[in-house]
Every structure is written in C-alpha cells, then in structure tokens.
C-alpha cells in the first residue's frame, strides 16, 4: 500500500505541533521534514531542534530530506535529533558511499535524492546500500509547485533496473496526480500543500491509501 508522507513544509509554522497531530490522527505513516540551507536550494527549513521536538511527540518514522550542501557535516545532528530515514541529494559533493555507511552505521535508514534534471545513473552504482530514492517531482525549494510529468519515466526506469527500495516522490503529488505515479512503481508520496490545505485529510488519507 502506498505510504503517505506529509511534508511539514507546508503545515502552519506557528502550530506545527497541532498540524503533526492532526496528520498522525489522520493516518499518515511518515512525516517528511524539508531542510534547506539557502545554498543548495533558495530557501531555509527547519532546524535539529524542530526535528528533536517532533521525534518527542510522533508515533511515525520521521523522514528527513537535508536539501543542503555538505549534509556530512550535520548527519550525527539529525541522527541525534531522532531523524529515522535521512536522505541526501546525489548531486552535493563528497562520498555518497561514506555518507550511506554513516546513517547505517547508526541504525537509520538512508535514502539519495534526485532533482528532476539528474539521473539515475547518479545513483546506480549505490541501489544496494539505498533504501529509498527520492525522485524530486519539482525543483527543490518550495512547495505549492506543479508535477513535473517526465519524473514518472525515472520511477518507472529504476524498477526497470531491479531497484526494490523504497521510491519517493515528493512535489506537486496530488490527489489526481498519485495514480499514476504508482502505476511506475511509486511507494511513498510526500505531500504538503494537498494535505495541510485539505478540510478532511483523514478522508483524503484513505481515498489515497486505497489507490494501492
Ligand atoms: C520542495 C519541497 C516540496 C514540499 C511538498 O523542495 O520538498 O516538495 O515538500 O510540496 P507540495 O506542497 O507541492 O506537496
Ligand atoms: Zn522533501
């Protein structure tokens, strides 16, 4: 069944606590949390301590997307924090391969990310030390954007290759949209402004889970 991730990005900044609940109450299986750097993306999200208080009041892995430059320096931090799932982007620099082996190495687990323009030869020759690939379905940096539809021929072509993790995808996912991003072999759709805007997530949340 298709897991359903609710980007905190796109909850109320000054009620997160309330919003995290209202998801978890409405039956998401992760929350995704979007940190940005302003250097990798135009944008800044969320600290560790964000991160430490909602490990203290979630009862769902917390998936941890670090859209930053040198993620190696702040995967103890996250770690630390409580951060279940890490994944970094495919395009920083530095050693994927000992980033991986550091989030394993401290019994989470770790994921690479892809931005619509790259790829998935930039991830190939780590898919067994991967446990999910994020396929970015927008450029990285804000929510509220539209589907990028050539996104769905990368999901479709890393099961293709054998890939049985966990894939991603996360921008512009929709009600509308989910179906056919499962139909390549999607598992887990991060959504923010969808949910956090809907009336009735948990009635959204069940029309979503029941899409396969
Ligand atoms: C982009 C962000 C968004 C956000 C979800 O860097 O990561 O993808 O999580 O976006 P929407 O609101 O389009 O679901
Ligand atoms: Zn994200």
Redo the contacts with the bound molecule.
Sequence with gaps: MIKIAP?I??ADPLNLERDARRMMDAGCDWL?V?VMDAHF?HNLAFSPDTVRRLEEITTVPLDV?L?MNHPERYLDVFLDAGADRITIHAEVSGSLQAMLDKIHRRGAKAGLALKPGTGISAVEPFLDETDLVLT?T?E??????KLNESVLGKIAALRKIGYQGEIEA????KEHNLQSLIDQGLSVA?????LFRSDDPKAMMARLHAMG
């Design positions: 980007s990005l796109a995704h979007d993306v997307h859209m970015m927008v990285p940096g804000f929510g509220g954007q996360d921008g512009g996912v991060v959504m923010g402004t969808a």
